[in-house]
C-alpha cells in the first residue's frame, strides 16, 4: 500500500521513524520532521517501507556528498547536515539509557557534544572485503558488498587508495577474509565539503600522495593459512604502493611483516609518549575526535596521585598514559598480544613506569583481581561493541568509586550501566564525541560513582 507518514525521529539503525496504524515503521533516507510517501509492505511480520517521495523537505536535508550514498553501508546520514546527525546520537543514546538500561534523562548531566573538526575525510582506518577482485564495504542494512574507488570519509592517504590496492593483491582476493587500512591521521587538509557530489573530495585536493602514502599501511586477513604466494603479494603491494608495510595474518598462528606497518600517532594529551598503530589491531578511527575522547575520559576519571586505575580494553595504549599522567598506578587490560606490545614499546620508550600491562579476557582478569582482593579507586572500561557485562560486580567488589564507561554501541552501554546501577553506582554524566559523522555511530563516555 501507499501511504503518506509524518517522521518523528531517526532510529537507531539511522533510518526515519514514524507511526502508521499504530505501529512503528521505519523509512530510509526520511528525516524527522518531514512528510513523505511510502511504499509499504505487510506481507510479512516487519512491514518493509520504501521512500517515494518526500512532499516537505527538512531544512537539515542536502545532496550527499558520495554517489555511492544509496548503496554503501558506511554513511547512513550523508543526505542530513551535522547539527541533525549530532542531536540525532545524542537522542539514540538517551533513548537506549531510558528505554534499556531504564535511567531518566531527567536529572542526568548531558555535557556539550564534541564535534569533530572534519566532516568528511577523517577515517584513518577502514575494514574492507574482496568483491570479486574489487576491495569492498558492506551496503545499506546488508552484508551484498559495494566496491569502492573513492571514499571521501576516509583521510586523503586512504580515500583513493582501494582501486590501487584491489589490482595488487588481486591474484590472492579469493584467500582473503578482510582487508584492514590504517593512516596515521589526517596530513593534509580537510577536501573541501561538497554538497553536489564527490568532486571537490579527496581525489581533486591538490596532495603529495606519494608522501602521504609512507604513512599507510595495510593488513591481510586470509580465510586460511598462509602461502608464498600471499607473502609475495603483500611484498609487491608494499613496493609499488609506496606504503609503510604490511601484516599478513593467516587464520591461525603468527602474522608476518613487511616493511614497517607500524605508524606512530598523535598521543592525546602526552605528547612526550609516543603512540603506536598496527593494522591488524584496534585504533580509534578519527584521529582528531580521539583527542578530545582522550581528554574526556581523563577529565571524567580526574585521577589523582593516590589513585589506583584499572583500565579494561585498553588497546594499544590509547587512553592509558592520559590516565598514567596523574595516577599512581594504572594496570591495562587487553587480549590482543600485538596491542599489548606496541603498549609496552610506547610506555618504554616514553619512560612511563607506572603502568602494568595485563595480556589477558577481561571477565578472567577481573575476576582473579577480586579473588586477591585488590582495591582500584578507578576502573576505566572501553569494551568493543558487545559491552563488558560483570563490570558492576567487579567494580564493586573491588572498591571503586568511580566508573569511566566509554561506548561504541547505545544498547551495550545502556545493558552495562544499568547492572552499574544495580552494584550501587549513580550516573554523574554523560559526553558524546562526534568520532563517525555521516553515520548513525555514536561514541559516548558515561561517568558514574559509587552511592
Ligand atoms: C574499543 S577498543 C578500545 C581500545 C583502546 N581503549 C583505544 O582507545 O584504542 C576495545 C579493545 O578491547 C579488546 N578486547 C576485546 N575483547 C576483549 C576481552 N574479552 N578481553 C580483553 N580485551 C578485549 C580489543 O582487542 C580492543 O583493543
Same mark, same amino acid.
Given at each position: 500500500? %501507499?501511504?503518506?507518514?509524518?517522521?518523528?525521529?531517526?532510529?537507531?539503525?539511522?533510518?526515519?521513524?514514524?507511526?502508521?496504524?499504530?505501529?512503528?515503521?521505519?523509512?530510509?533516507?526520511?528525516?524527522?520532521?518531514?512528510?513523505?510517501?511510502?511504499?509499504?509492505?505487510?506481507?510479512?511480520?516487519?512491514?518493509?517501507?520504501?521512500?517515494?517521495?518526500?512532499?516537505?523537505?527538512?531544512?537539515?536535508?542536502?545532496? #550527499?556528498?558520495?554517489?555511492?550514498?544509496?548503496?554503501?553501508?558506511?554513511?547512513?546520514?550523508?543526505?542530513?547536515?551535522?547539527?541533525?546527525?549530532?542531536?540525532?546520537?545524542?537522542?539514540?543514546?538517551?533513548?537506549?539509557?531510558?528505554?534499556?538500561?531504564?535511567?531518566?534523562?531527567?536529572?542526568?548531566?548531558?555535557?556539550?557534544?564534541?564535534?569533530?573538526?572534519?566532516?568528511?575525510?577523517?577515517?584513518?582506518?577502514?575494514?574492507?572485503?574482496?568483491?570479486?577482485? %574489487?576491495?569492498?564495504?558492506?551496503?545499506?542494512?546488508?552484508?551484498?558488498?559495494?566496491?569502492?574507488?573513492?571514499?571521501?570519509?576516509?583521510?586523503?592517504?586512504?580515500?583513493?587508495?582501494?582501486?590501487?590496492?584491489?589490482?595488487?593483491?588481486?591474484?590472492?582476493?579469493?584467500?582473503?577474509?578482510?582487508? @584492514?587500512?590504517?593512516?596515521?591521521?589526517?596530513?593534509?587538509?580537510?577536501?573541501?565539503?561538497?554538497?553536489?557530489?564527490?568532486?571537490?573530495?579527496?581525489?581533486?585536493?591538490?596532495?603529495?600522495?606519494?608522501?602521504?602514502?609512507?604513512?599507510?599501511?595495510?593488513?591481510?586477513?586470509?580465510?586460511?593459512?598462509?602461502? %608464498?604466494? @600471499?607473502?609475495?603479494?603483500?611484498?609487491?603491494?608494499?613496493?609499488?604502493?609506496?606504503?609503510?608495510?604490511?601484516?599478513?595474518?593467516?587464520?591461525?598462528?603468527?602474522?608476518?611483516?613487511?616493511?614497517?606497518?607500524?605508524?606512530?600517532?598523535?598521543?592525546?594529551?602526552?605528547?612526550?609518549?609516543?603512540?603506536?598503530?598496527?593494522?591488524?589491531?584496534?585504533?580509534?578511527?578519527?584521529?582528531?575526535?580521539?583527542?578530545?575522547?582522550?581528554?574526556?575520559?581523563?577529565?571524567?576519571?580526574?585521577?589523582?596521585?593516590?589513585?589506583?586505575?584499572?583500565?579494561?580494553?585498553?588497546?594499544?595504549?590509547?587512553?592509558?598514559?592520559?590516565?598514567?599522567?596523574?595516577?599512581?598506578?594504572?594496570?591495562?587490560?587487553?587480549?590482543?598480544?600485538?596491542?599489548?606490545?606496541?603498549?609496552? %614499546?610506547?610506555?618504554?620508550?616514553?619512560?612511563?613506569?607506572?603502568?602494568?600491562?595485563?595480556?589477558?579476557?577481561?571477565?578472567?582478569?577481573?575476576?582473579?583481581?577480586?579473588?586477591?582482593?585488590?582495591?582500584?579507586?578507578?576502573?576505566?572500561?572501553?569494551?568493543?561493541?558487545?559491552?563488558?557485562?560483570?563490570?558492576?560486580?567487579?567494580?564493586?567488589?573491588?572498591?571503586?568509586?568511580?566508573?569511566?564507561?566509554?561506548?561504541?554501541?547505545?544498547?551495550?552501554?545502556?545493558?552495562?550501566?544499568?547492572?552499574?546501577?544495580?552494584?550501587?553506582?549513580?550516573?554523574?554524566?554523560?559526553?558524546?564525541?562526534?568520532?563517525? #559523522?555521516?553515520?548513525?555511530?555514536?561514541?559516548?563516555?558515561?561517568?558514574?560513582?559509587?552511592?
Amino acid at each position: 500500500m %501507499r501511504a503518506t507518514l509524518t517522521v518523528e525521529r531517526l532510529s537507531k539503525l539511522g533510518d526515519g521513524a514514524a507511526a502508521l496504524e499504530g505501529r512503528t515503521v521505519f523509512v530510509e533516507g526520511a528525516l524527522p520532521g518531514e512528510r513523505v510517501v511510502a511504499e509499504v509492505d505487510t506481507s510479512e511480520k516487519i512491514w518493509h517501507v520504501r521512500l517515494l517521495e518526500v512532499l516537505a523537505p527538512s531544512a537539515a536535508r542536502r545532496p #550527499p556528498a558520495c554517489r555511492l550514498a544509496a548503496q554503501c553501508g558506511g554513511c547512513d546520514w550523508l543526505h542530513a547536515d551535522e547539527v541533525l546527525q549530532r542531536s540525532a546520537k545524542q537522542e539514540i543514546v538517551l533513548s537506549a539509557l531510558e528505554h534499556l538500561g531504564g535511567i531518566a534523562r531527567v536529572g542526568l548531566a548531558v555535557g556539550e557534544q564534541a564535534v569533530s573538526q572534519r566532516a568528511l575525510g577523517y577515517r584513518r582506518r577502514a575494514v574492507f572485503h574482496f568483491s570479486k577482485k %574489487r576491495l569492498a564495504f558492506f551496503g545499506r542494512h546488508s552484508h551484498a558488498l559495494v566496491a569502492i574507488d573513492l571514499c571521501p570519509a576516509l583521510v586523503p592517504a586512504l580515500a583513493d587508495l582501494p582501486p590501487e590496492l584491489s589490482e595488487a593483491l588481486a591474484g590472492i582476493a579469493k584467500d582473503v577474509h578482510e582487508v @584492514h587500512v590504517l593512516a596515521e591521521g589526517p596530513q593534509a587538509d580537510p577536501p573541501p565539503f561538497s554538497p553536489s557530489g564527490v568532486e571537490g573530495g579527496p581525489s581533486t585536493a591538490p596532495r603529495d600522495a606519494r608522501g602521504e602514502r609512507k604513512r599507510v599501511s595495510f593488513a591481510v586477513f586470509l580465510t586460511g593459512p598462509a602461502a %608464498r604466494r @600471499h607473502a609475495e603479494a603483500c611484498e609487491a603491494a608494499v613496493r609499488s604502493l609506496s606504503v609503510a608495510g604490511a601484516v599478513l595474518v593467516p587464520k591461525e598462528g603468527s602474522p608476518r611483516l613487511f616493511g614497517k606497518p607500524i605508524l606512530r600517532a598523535l598521543a592525546p594529551l602526552t605528547p612526550e609518549v609516543p603512540v603506536y598503530l598496527r593494522p591488524d589491531a584496534f585504533a580509534q578511527a578519527n584521529a582528531e575526535a580521539n583527542v578530545a575522547l582522550v581528554a574526556a575520559v581523563a577529565q571524567a576519571a580526574g585521577a589523582g596521585p593516590a589513585d589506583r586505575v584499572l583500565e579494561l580494553y585498553s588497546g594499544h595504549g590509547n587512553l592509558t598514559f592520559a590516565l598514567a599522567g596523574t595516577a599512581r598506578e594504572v594496570v591495562a587490560v587487553e587480549s590482543s598480544g600485538t596491542a599489548v606490545e606496541l603498549a609496552q %614499546r610506547s610506555a618504554r620508550e616514553g619512560r612511563v613506569t607506572n603502568v602494568r600491562f595485563v595480556q589477558g579476557d577481561v571477565p578472567k582478569v577481573c575476576r582473579g583481581l577480586v579473588s586477591e582482593g585488590q582495591r582500584f579507586e578507578l576502573v576505566v572500561a572501553d569494551p568493543p561493541r558487545s559491552g563488558a557485562s560483570g563490570l558492576g560486580e567487579w567494580a564493586k567488589r573491588l572498591g571503586t568509586r568511580r566508573v569511566v564507561y566509554v561506548a561504541c554501541d547505545p544498547a551495550s552501554l545502556a545493558r552495562d550501566a544499568a547492572e552499574l546501577l544495580a552494584a550501587g553506582f549513580t550516573p554523574l554524566g554523560l559526553r558524546l564525541i562526534d568520532m563517525f #559523522p555521516q553515520t548513525r555511530h555514536a561514541e559516548a563516555v558515561m561517568t558514574l560513582e559509587a552511592r
